[in-house]
């Protein structure tokens, strides 16, 4: 028996607003939009409808409008006041690694990535909240969003604030995730490179606002496709249409400078195949316009002929499956070829060519498998064709299967995208080498993607961004913790399987957090302690390394540059550490004190080690600002570094 509560809408008089509301959209359904506050009704189109001939076109446009666009766009302008605090504790390979797992708020750390990769990534893949009513939207503020992303994840106050789902009850259901995606959009399209592309999963609820989205800021022109993702076997659903299908939307920064899809492994499946290619399963009859051939083996061919069949010894001969065969003729040694002459002129050449993929006379590959029925011949794509994906993709994995594999990893995640899929659209979209995004991670599929493709030695870089969301598992506190480990143990597994690969299985770890830099921010009733407490620009609990990565975020460079570390004596006895990053294109020191004696031995040792470094480029030199006794000091070193060619040198 359900206990009245004040809550329940029984103990209340009827919504009648709630009621005229639902009354006008039974009529006229155009009539309801979203607007500030919720649920309204479009006063123009209400006065079109009843012809009131006040109304004007002159506001008409074509395009996607919502209330806080404007708004939207100004967040995705608006600097970030936070920094990368480097995490190597919770990192594999630190040292060694290209790969980045960044922990915390999508929007924030795009836009703090904004000068170090702009222009650099190759493919962006995100799996963004479906806005089912359940998922979480993003609560992005003008002011202190450092503040408010700490606060929400628990780091800082009482343990956090609690997550909001996007309900349609909330009258603004398509405004709130609109702006939600706007601005990071915004932001990753800044990263692509220009023969760059993204592709984004979602269902049908968002597909259209998504479409329309992606035309504002990619350009309608450079919609590539939108792909049918089939998920064989996840219809465990109760509605009369059992979905079984999810889209991902495919743009391009510049649809012109994107090049074909590579060639990749041809067992993935037919269906979904990237590269342009004839794939024939079904031999040409004989008939009087072609009759049989035959191809005479030659002697110690690698092959049985026992019951009139050819079985391939040793897998020397490709097979399309383990059950394909060739049918033998009826003398030992020949095969019956079911085409005409051409077919037995590649076969033939096949075979001198040791098996390997053979050429014909206008550049088409071909290669030969064992069929039941005859020797099936596959038509690889001609050299100087484009390439093609086609927009159905099936047999690339299920959810199902994919949690049972992450299971046996010892992973729990409800929904994960498998593992095929991101393998074949990173192949689709980039060569080894190449940075691939994903800034709504997940549990890092995309990320084992790219580890897995370096068990062939061709893996690509990846940059992961997941917010720190709390999850109800016992053993990881947020998403991001879940998302780490999955890493590890995917890594840690191909590794054993492969103990000689020379792959990069590792990734760097860095967390969002507030700037190391002090704010000006002064006490009026204690003036002189504020001024005192000013003189130190830094963050008195934050580490060298700490700064250093806040440097590399500011002045554009890579988070995986290489950082070189000297240690020098001073005159006073002091130990100082002294980092070239990049190869010398940076040299900083942080010592939190720089005696006067020891001003002259360290700009010298700062030149010496640029002399030994030789950079291309022009180097910058920087200091704590505190260091110094006084500007006499500062004026000192940089008149030695300037006398030696370190023309740039700079304080914090």
């Known amino acids: 028996m359900q206990k009245l509560t004040a809550a329940d809408p029984e103990t209340h008089s009827p919504d009648l607003v709630a009621e005229n509301l639902a009354a006008l959209q039974a009529l006229f359904p155009e009539l309801i939009t979203e607007g500030a506050d919720g649920v309204v009704v479009n006063i123009d189109v209400l006065k079109a409808l009843v012809g009131d001939k006040t109304v004007s076109d002159a506001d008409e446009k074509y395009g996607l409008n919502w209330h806080g666009k404007r708004r939207a766009r100004q967040l995705a302008l608006t600097p970030s006041t936070g920094t990368l605090r480097p995490s190597p504790e919770d990192s594999v390979d630190w040292d060694t690694t290209q790969n ?89 399209r800044n990263l692509l490179r220009e023969d760059g592309l993204i592709f984004i999963s979602i269902n049908d609820k968002e597909l259209n606002n998504l479409i329309a989205l992606c035309d504002d800021i990619f350009g309608e022109t450079n919609h590539l496709a939108t792909f049918v993702a089939v998920n064989e076997g996840n219809i465990d659903n109760q509605s009369r249409f059992k979905v079984n299908h999810e889209y991902i939307v495919a743009f391009g920064k510049d649809e012109s400078k994107i ?117 099936v011949f596959y038509k690889k794509r001609r050299m100087e064709e484009p390439s093609h994906m086609l927009t159905v993709l099936r047999g690339l994995g299920t959810v199902q299967a994919e949690s049972a594999r992450l299971a046996k990893l010892g992973i729990e995640f409800s929904y994960p995208k498998p593992t095929g899929l991101l393998d074949y659209l990173i192949r689709a979209g980039t060569s080894a080498g190449d940075l691939v995004l994903d800034f709504f991670a997940g549990s890092g599929t995309t990320g084992e ?41 995917a890594g840690k597994k191909i590794r054993e399987e492969n103990p000689l690969l020379a792959g990069d299985l590792g990734f760097r770890v860095f967390k969002l957090d507030s700037t190391n830099i002090l704010e000006w921010d002064p006490d009026r009733d204690k003036i002189a302690e504020t001024l005192e407490a000013s003189i130190e620009h830094l963050k008195t609990d934050r580490t060298e390394q700490d700064i250093l990565f806040e440097l590399l975020l500011k002045l554009g460079l890579d988070l995986c540059v290489p950082i070189e570390t000297q240690k020098m004596e001073g005159n006073a006895k002091q130990i100082h550490d002294l980092h070239s990053i990049g190869g010398g294109s940076l040299l900083v020191c942080l010592s939190k004190s720089i005696p006067q004696v ?55």
Not at 172 to 179: P, S, V, Y
Not at 344 to 350: A, D, I, M, R, Y
Not at 452 to 472: A, T
Request: net charge negative; aromatic share 8%.
């Open 100 to 188: 980045l797992m960044i922990e915390g708020d999508n929007l924030e750390v795009l836009k703090l990535l904004q000068k170090s990769y702009a222009g650099k990534v190759k493919l962006i893949y995100i799996d963004p909240p479906y806005n089912t009513g359940k998922d979480f939207v993003y609560p992005d503020k003008f002011q202190d969003n450092i503040k408010n992303y700490l606060e929400l994840t628990g780091q800082t106050g009482d343990g956090g604030k609690k997550l909001s789902s996007n309900t349609e009850a909330s009258g603004r259901f398509h405004t709130d995730w609109l702006n939600m995606m706007y601005p990071r959009l915004r932001l990753a």
């Open 598 to 652: 020891d001003v002259e031995p360290m700009a010298l040792a700062l030149v010496a080690w640029h002399q030994e470094l030789k950079p291309a480029g022009d180097t910058t030199v920087i200091f704590r600002d505190s260091a110094f006794a006084d500007d006499v000091a500062k004026t000192n070193i940089t008149a030695i570094l300037q006398q030696h060619g370190l023309e740039t040198v700079r304080s914090l």
């Open 259 to 375: 090049l074909a899809p590579p060639v990749v492994d041809p067992n993935i499946p037919e269906s979904s195949k990237i590269f342009k290619e004839d794939i024939e399963n079904t031999v040409v009859q004989n008939g009087p316009g072609n009759p049989v051939s035959s191809v005479r083996l030659s002697i110690g061919f690698p092959a049985s002929f026992e019951d009139g069949v050819i079985e391939p010894k040793d897998d020397f001969w490709p097979k399309l499956s383990d059950s394909v065969r060739v049918v033998a003729g009826q003398t030992a040694n020949i095969v019956t070829v079911t085409s005409g002459w051409k077919c037995k002129t590649l076969l033939e050449s096949f075979i001198e060519n040791n098996f390997q993929p053979v050429l014909d006379g206008k550049g088409q590959q071909t290669v030969f498998y064992l069929s039941n029925t005859g020797a």
């Open 449 to 489: 993607a790219a580890i897995n493709l370096g068990k062939d030695q061709s893996s690509r870089r990846f940059i992961l961004i997941q917010l720190p969301e709390p999850i109800d598992l016992d053993h990881y506190s947020n998403i991001a913790e879940l998302t780490k480990e999955r890493l590890r143990r």
